[in-house]
């Protein structure tokens, strides 16, 4: 009788388990088929983003030439950033749905009491960074910002 009960259980925890990865495999091919546009400078200039963030398309307005070279490249910096941000919003949104469709999955711990679950102790990855590589810290500068002399021969030393 215990058995049959256990056996039950773990039935449907396996049916469970397929409706979840389901979902999943569904929500895969929704967030694959995304894109995201964004513009700057007047509707001027126009990008769109894959899912995985890719450029696929740019385009220019016919008053495109109303901008100089400088601002035309702030201006796809711009609406490529945008748009990188709308579908990081867009596969946030797809995620949540997918979280809130999922939670019903039961934890591993609820079976084996004791047992860490494997979703607990995934990390969050960092965001990249959206500034242009110049423009970043250099690691072995002083993060306060402070001025850190070295000396000729340390210098010559690490060029080479």
Same mark, same amino acid.
């Given at each position: 009788?215990?058995?049959?009960?256990?056996?039950?259980?773990?039935?449907?925890?396996?049916?469970?388990?397929?409706?979840g990865m389901d979902?999943? %495999? $569904? @929500?895969?091919?929704?967030?694959? +088929?995304?894109? *995201?546009? !964004?513009?700057?400078?007047?509707?001027r200039?126009?990008?769109v983003v894959n899912a995985e963030n890719v450029?696929?398309?740019?385009?220019?307005?016919?008053?495109?030439?109303?901008?100089?070279y400088p601002e035309i %490249? $702030? @201006?796809?910096?711009?609406?490529? +950033?945008?748009? *990188?941000? !709308?579908?990081?919003?867009?596969?946030?949104?797809?995620?949540?749905?997918?979280?809130?469709?999922t939670a019903r999955i039961p934890r591993l711990s609820e079976y084996l009491p004791g047992m860490p679950d494997v979703h607990d102790m995934i990390p969050e990855p960092p965001r990249a960074p959206v500034t242009p590589p110049s423009a970043r810290r250099r690691e072995d500068e002083p993060a306060d910002g402070t001025v850190r002399f070295t000396a000729l021969s340390e210098?010559?030393?690490?060029?080479w």
């Amino acid at each position: 009788m215990a058995n049959e009960a256990a056996r039950a259980r773990l039935e449907e925890l396996a049916d469970t388990v397929r409706e979840g990865m389901d979902a999943i %495999a $569904r @929500a895969q091919q929704e967030q694959a +088929q995304l894109t *995201a546009t !964004a513009t700057a400078a007047a509707g001027r200039v126009s990008v769109v983003v894959n899912a995985e963030n890719v450029v696929i398309q740019v385009r220019f307005s016919d008053n495109i030439d109303d901008l100089s070279y400088p601002e035309i %490249a $702030r @201006a796809v910096t711009a609406a490529t +950033q945008d748009a *990188a941000a !709308a579908m990081h919003r867009k596969t946030k949104d797809l995620l949540d749905t997918l979280r809130s469709d999922t939670a019903r999955i039961p934890r591993l711990s609820e079976y084996l009491p004791g047992m860490p679950d494997v979703h607990d102790m995934i990390p969050e990855p960092p965001r990249a960074p959206v500034t242009p590589p110049s423009a970043r810290r250099r690691e072995d500068e002083p993060a306060d910002g402070t001025v850190r002399f070295t000396a000729l021969s340390e210098a010559a030393e690490s060029a080479w």
